[in-house]
């Protein structure tokens, strides 16, 4: 017993004590070594990172201006279709204002990227205090959030979103930044609740458990139990809805600037372009296309991402 | 059992309710009025104002709301501020039309996902297994106007196979493209319930008990798994049925489908509350009622599921 409680490090104690010595390792280090033996999650870790690197670098990699209008070169071809239209100084040619399509779709990228991100964070911060505070006292709130999460689950999201996105369209938040803040606004209000739902189903479960009593035992107060023991045990299944939460906000930017009530034209996104590019989409096709297929492949790879992470952080948790 | 039917029908009223209320409010409070549509010649502020008092807008907004609940209970949602028609007429005309495509876009999707689960389940590895995934990877991820895209100008401009402009009476070619699209949504979700459903009930021991009495296999699967796999299909039909009704709003505003979903994103480009409110409450009622009928199926279907 002496000689244990002599010896300096874990290593050495062990040896001491004749047990095998083991590295500590953490659940999220055990988690990252699944997720990188998963190939299709990697794949989608590098798309999402290079996305977000081009739409940090937007500005800097994008050749032309992305409003900018070169009429005499509107609707040149791509350059896998050379031919009359071509114009060799757009690579993926302009759209039918003479706007540079790739130009275009880089700086979509960077709202996309933003759209994805900062609703998610939003939504985030929202949900999982309200479903904590809600899970882990009961009460009143708790009533309050499942009434409330109700009538939210009778609104399809879409509409919802449409709703408040339209009738606040007109208004100063509306015009900022092109209506960014107000799809910002309308994402958040939507889905916080879900997140916060998502919470309390996790807390009313864990706040059961020994090692909340054990806490509680010891004299932690609740603000440190829901910090320190109950938040990192929740973590998990948050992180996965996360993951996929992100593309489906930037799905419905696409689909409401797709409709014309999204981010305002000339401000360029996946969703506007398409948008622009639709009356005229039997003749020209690629300025809609284009645009389509970075939209895919960008929800494909989070969703590699996300099945990714799912499976690395709750190899028991299912669809 | 009764008890909680009634329960669950009593909790769609103040539901309906608060969409109802959010939708007015939101609606209403926006700035700008139904009638400001012309910028180039505005209309005199005197024939804004008696517009404004023929259709009880100057009225303070509470008023109104309880005016439209009053007739709402009637089922009665007034008429369009834009188009000299009610709004019941506008989506009576549509209402065939969207229930038309919802109903066979659900159907292609049962009749193509739950074969394609139950196949891929027993065969594990094998191609259809493969075929599966993708279309319920491709399904799930791409967002579906842009598979409308590619499908558009693949079947429609390239190969010139279908036409993809304005529906049709009774079966028509047009139907095709919306349909599919529509369908494959839930048709993959269904998919992957299908699959994940079956793997679980293949282990049960109820599965080992019917094989080790020497039933033949195809007995077994539809007897015994089958019957106990697509329980949780039939969940999911409720969320599936929300999916079609809030897809059918983007496919038939890109087939031009003259559906209640093209009138209900006209009405709010347009600001025609009439038609906004009937719409959102159709829409809301729909998946309400969807979602109703399918936990009361739910415990008919699985005696295990102690409703209460």
Redesign the interface.
Known sequence: MTTASRAVSTQERAAVLNVIHRQQRSLWIDAWERLRRNRFAMAGLVVVIVACVLAALAPLIAPYDPVAQDTPANNSSPFWEQGQYWDPRYVLGADQLGRDILSRLIWSARISIVIGFVPTAIVFSIGILVGMVAGFYGGIVDNLLMRLTDVVYAFPDLLFVIIIVTSLRATPIGEFLGGLILIFIALAVVSWVGVARLTRGQVLSLKEKEFVEAARAIGAGPGHIMRRHLLPNALAPLIVTAAFSVPSAMLAEAVLSFLGIGIRPPTPTWGVMINDGFVVFSTTPWPVLLPSICISIVMLSFTFLGDGLRDALDPRMKL | MLKYVIRRLL?VI???F??AL??FV??Q????SPFDKNETKPLPVATIERLNRFYGLDRPVYEQFVVFLGNAVRLDFGVSLQRDRSVNDIIGQGLPRTAQLGVMALFVALAVAIPLGVVSALKQNSAIDYASVFLS?IG????S??LA??F??FF??LLKLLPFVGWGDGLDRRMIMPTVILALGPMAFLT??TL?SMLEAIRQDYVRTARSKGLGEQVVIVTHVLKNALIPVATVLGPAA?AL??GSF?IE?IFSVPGVGREY?RS??A?DYPI?MGT?ML??AV??IA?LTVDLVYGMLDPRIKVA
């Open positions: 909790l103040p539901t309906l608060f969409v959010i939708t939101l609606a409070a926006a700035p700008g990877t799930t991820t791409i967002p106007f842009v895209i590619v558009i100008y429609g401009v992957r319930i994940a929300a009704v809030t983007i505003t994103i709010i480009l600001r906004i959102t829409y809301a998946i309400v979602n």
